[in-house]
Antibody
Framework: QVQLVESGGGVVQPGRSLRLSCAAS????????MHWVRQAPGKGLEWVAVISYDGSHQVYTDSVKGRFSISRDNSKNTVSLQMNSLRGEDTAVYYC???????????????WGQGSLVTVSS | SSELTQDPTVSVALGQTVSITCQGDSLRSYHASWYQQKPEQAPLLVFYGKNNRPSGIPDRFSGSTSGNTASLTITGAQAEDEADYYC???????????FGGGTKLTVL
């Protein structure tokens, strides 16, 4: 079945870096854009970044531009999020999700992995 | 602030019908998708598009759109439907994708 498994989370000091990875299985990975979505403790879902199916195009939310970098390896069915210059407000559970577009106006995200907790604290 | 607006809290009596709404300009052009999240769990897609319910989602979940408002309706709410619900769609300015702020549904 379709599955996404995130890894790489942990506790990191402000200003330091961390790299999250997401391993995909059960679908043709190179056919879908992939996203990272995060959720701060007790807060709602926040879209973070997207990478196109072939890795040629990336878009980021303003708060992470210049600090985070999304990449993918279609030969290994993995998507990564390199997070630099981390701040306290980056503390969250990070989910990687597959984008599925069935019509130009109809898109959904799924499945959702279990998420990877990133805690930025001194 | 989110480009998609949801009521923070909604309650419904057991077995009754409830609609959770999501307002935003992008919904005039793009369909919403809806996600259920229970405590300590990852979000789960429960409805998307014009009339699409993923396999395994009970048929008491339905959706609709009118103008700039998308709605997720639960007909005959059950105790296990108590959760946070989020809508998602394209953004109209800034981020290309946005989530609503979420609605906490309480089943009384």
């Amino acid at each position: 079945q379709v599955q996404l498994v995130e890894s790489g989370g942990g506790v990191v000091q402000p200003g330091r870096s961390l790299r999250l990875s997401c391993a995909a299985s059960g679908f043709t990975f190179s056919g879908n854009a992939m996203h990272w979505v995060r959720q701060a403790p007790g807060k709602g879902l926040e879209w973070v970044a997207v990478i196109s199916y072939d890795g040629s195009h990336q878009v980021y939310t303003d708060s992470v531009k210049g600090r985070f970098s999304i990449s993918r390896d279609n030969s290994k069915n993995t998507v990564s999020l390199q997070m630099n210059s981390l701040r306290g407000e980056d503390t969250a559970v990070y989910y990687c999700v597959r984008e599925v577009t069935t019509e130009p106006t109809i898109t959904w995200f799924g499945p959702w992995g279990q998420g990877s907790l990133v805690t930025v604290s001194s | 602030s989110s480009e998609l607006t949801q009521d923070p809290t909604v309650s419904v009596a057991l077995g009754q019908t409830v609609s959770i709404t999501c307002q935003g300009d992008s919904l005039r052009s793009y369909h919403a998708s809806w996600y259920q999240q229970k405590p300590e769990q990852a979000p789960l897609l429960v409805f998307y598009g014009k009339n699409n319910r993923p396999s395994g989602i009970p048929d008491r979940f339905s959706g609709s759109t009118s103008g700039n408002t998308a709605s997720l309706t639960i007909t005959g709410a059950q105790a296990e439907d108590e959760a946070d619900y989020y809508c998602n769609s394209r953004g109209t300015s800034g981020d290309p994708w946005v989530f609503g702020g979420g609605t906490k549904l309480t089943v009384l």
